[in-house]
């Protein structure tokens, strides 16, 4: 069982940048692939980046690509999404999301995963 903790959303101008945290309970932790997905008022859960739980891949969404960064530090337990050069259309509640992987694996789909955060809200202002 895991459970994770989002952190570090909030209010920011476009341009602006943002750092999102997730916690996570269990031991179990870094052989846990994570994702972050966000969901925007009225529309679906849209995939964002995910992480291997070696780290060493990544993949991202083409609407995020160069702007935002995940990684993870598996001693702390803890995922980040770095979040860079904010644009109006980032406004979204922000899920990060685990499973149990292969050592290289990536997913992008939300069913894909098992537990889900709470969700932080992230505001980008014109």
């Known amino acids: 069982q895991v459970q994770l903790v989002e952190s570090g959303g909030g209010l920011v101008q476009a341009g602006g940048s943002l750092r999102l945290s997730c916690a996570a309970s269990?031991?179990?932790?870094?052989?846990?692939?994570m994702g972050w997905f966000r969901q925007a008022p009225g529309k679906e859960r849209e995939f964002v980046a995910a992480?291997?739980?070696?780290?060493?891949?990544?993949y991202y969404a083409d609407s995020v690509k160069g702007r935002f960064t995940i990684s993870r530090e598996n001693a702390k337990n803890t995922a980040y999404l770095q979040m860079n050069s904010l644009k109006p259309e980032d406004t979204a509640v922000y899920y990060c999301?685990?499973?149990?992987?292969?050592?290289?694996?990536?997913?992008?789909?939300?069913?894909?995963?098992?537990?889900w955060g709470q969700g932080t809200k992230v505001t980008v202002s014109s």
């Open positions: 269990g031991r179990t932790f870094s052989r846990y692939a």
């Open positions: 992480i291997s739980w070696s780290g060493g891949k990544t």
């Open positions: 999301a685990a499973r149990a992987a292969e050592r290289n694996s990536v997913y992008d789909r939300p069913w894909s995963y098992d537990y």
